[in-house]
Nanobody, 124 residues
């Protein structure tokens, strides 16, 4: 059974840092690509950062220079620095297992496996 489990969320003051982790299990083979998304109440999920199996990365403009996505065997990470209150959200790990990008790395349809999320709260 494929499973993605996020951890590392929490509460931090503006300017602080957090590292999110995503543990992957049950995958029959490596995903083509993985990503971090986030969602705030009343809004749709938005892509934060993505990475391909080859290590190519993409970032939302709002997090460029502050967030870094990386991967290891059975794990995905998101290093978040210089956090801002607007980064407050539920963060989700996603994997594209056996599928190509729908239109781009940032569309939800490009991913068919999702974790349950971990909450990040940044106070001013």
């Amino acid at each position: 059974q494929v499973q993605l489990v996020e951890s590392g969320g929490g509460s931090v003051q503006a300017g602080g840092s957090l590292r999110l982790s995503c543990a992957a299990s049950g995958f029959p083979y490596n995903p083509n690509h993985m990503a971090w998304f986030r969602r705030t109440p009343g809004h749709k999920r938005e892509a934060v950062a993505g990475i391909t199996v080859g290590g190519d990365t993409d970032y939302a403009d709002s997090v460029k220079g502050r967030f870094t996505i990386s991967q290891a065997k059975n794990a995905l990470y998101l290093d978040m620095n210089s956090l801002k209150p607007e980064d407050t959200a539920m963060y989700y790990c996603a994997a594209g297992l056996g599928i190509a990008y729908s239109t781009s790395w940032s569309t939800e349809m490009s991913y068919n496996e999702w974790g349950q999320g971990t909450q990040v709260t940044v106070s001013s």
